[in-house]
């Protein structure tokens, strides 16, 4: 089996930004993705800044022309081709957000899949299947932006 490299990674997601449904949608058009190692045999991807927003930070990562804005985060194994953690934050400027997470291991109460939205209490983690980068930026795209 080969093995995934953040460059393989990082041109799958822009395979689906260079789509016209989106470059129609971006601000600006060739948002940073960046690569790294975390010293452990794994790698990540994730957009310019921290992975963690908060409802008053300013647009960053993929930004929408609404101003909406997608951080997106995603560790991989190197050795087993395994996605190992992800946090695809979408927001708007209202403040409304849904944010997919996927955490290392279970811990209780807090699915490893999980989906948080700005619309439910803040302890709540409706579980979900594993989601992709790929079907989120669909979501924005088909769904989400104004």
Partial sequence: ???????????????????????????????EIRPGEDGHGNFFVKTAGLPFVKPGDAPRGIVFRDDSFLVVYEKWSVITDRLLRYKYHYQRPDGW??????????????????????????????????????????????????
């Fill in 1 to 31: 089996m080969p093995q995934r490299s953040y460059r393989n990674r990082i041109t799958e997601i822009w395979n689906i930004l260079y789509l016209e449904q989106f470059q129609k949608n971006i601000r600006s058009k060739s948002p």
């Fill in 97 to 146: 957000f849904v944010r997919y997470d996927m955490e290392e291991e279970d811990q209780a109460g807090h699915p490893k899949r999980h989906l948080q939205a700005s619309v439910l209490s803040e302890g709540i983690r409706l579980p979900t299947g594993e989601v992709s980068c790929e079907e989120v930026l669909e979501t924005i795209a088909e769904q989400l932006i104004r």
